[in-house]
């Protein structure tokens, strides 16, 4: 799925799917998407007998970063549902979240991440102020167990 060019995309054109498989309609529009991440850990270890005095690198595990979504308050309650079935132990909450990266007209999708077994650790409403003129904010932390990107 990835299409490779010379100049790279730009950043404002993505999709969200919260694993229900929808990104049309206002609880899947996002203003915000962190930075989507992981890294291989790696163990050092050295013989005391060995010839040579450095230690070498063993692969380890793998860790994702956590991702924080941000969009407009717009009175809908999919994500506090979502969060509610995590909290009560639900095992069956976990999804696979998928973000899109568009081309710039919006016809191909050029780049795709997805979150396997992800789940809300964090929510996040406002601030709120009264004499602002800001858009109201909620925000969600996803904590995931494994990136896979196409």
């Not at 049309?24 to 996002?30: C, K, L, R, V, Y």
């Not at 007209?105 to 602002?132: F, M, S």
Request: aromatic share 8%; charged share 25%.
């Amino acid at each position: 799925m990835a299409v490779l060019r010379e100049r790279p995309y730009v950043q404002f054109n993505f999709l969200v799917d919260l694993g229900t498989g929808t990104t049309d309609g206002p609880e899947a529009g996002f203003q915000e998407c962190s930075a989507i991440g992981m890294e291989v850990t790696v163990s050092e270890y050295r013989n005391g007998n060995e010839k040579e005095n450095s230690v070498r690198k063993i692969t380890g595990m793998n860790k994702s970063s956590d991702v924080t979504l941000k969009r407009g308050v717009i009175g809908s309650l999919n994500l506090y549902q979502w969060l509610n079935e995590i909290r009560n132990g639900n095992q069956n909450a976990y999804r696979t979240v998928v973000v899109q990266l568009q081309n710039e007209d919006h016809t191909a999708v050029v780049q795709e991440w997805k979150l396997l077994r992800a789940r809300i650790i964090k929510y996040n409403c406002g601030p709120l102020n009264a004499k602002g003129t800001d858009v109201a904010m909620e925000e969600m932390v996803l904590a995931y167990e494994r990136l896979e990107m196409a």
